[in-house]
């Protein structure tokens, strides 16, 4: 049985950073893990994605340059680090393994249960 386990929210002050883990257990046979993130009241928004074996990755607009999303193959973690972190950067993240490329939730099969980031200003 395929779990995703995130670790590593909490709350941070503005500007300040995060490290998400995100670890697998099971087989997965999805080449691609990615990273979510929903606040309150809003709809759950693609952040970044990695393609497992290649290694390429994929972000959007709004997080290039301030997150960086790697992996520990040994490990089968999957890590987001979060540099300059605003208030409106409050959200519940995710991981998620599925096809790549895509920065699309549909294209996720499995998720984890999210782990909460408060920033505060």
């Known amino acids: 049985q395929v779990q995703l386990v995130e670790s590593g929210g909490g709350l941070v002050q503005a500007g300040g950073s995060l490290r998400l883990s995100c670890t697998a257990s099971g087989r997965i046979f999805r080449n691609t893990r990615g990273w979510f993130r929903q606040a309150p009241g809003k709809e759950r928004d693609f952040l970044a994605a990695?393609?497992?074996?290649?290694?390429?990755?994929i972000y959007a607009d709004s997080v290039k340059g301030r997150f960086t999303i790697s992996k520990d193959g040994a490990k089968n973690t999957l890590y987001l680090q979060m540099n300059s972190l605003k208030p409106e950067d409050t959200a519940v993240y995710y991981c998620?393994?599925?096809?790549?490329?895509?920065?699309?939730?549909?294209?996720?099969?499995?998720w984890g249960q999210g782990t909460q980031v408060t920033v505060s200003s």
């Open positions: 998620a393994a599925g096809s790549w490329p895509s920065s699309d939730q549909t294209g996720y099969d499995y």
């Open positions: 990695l393609n497992w074996s290649g290694g390429s990755t």
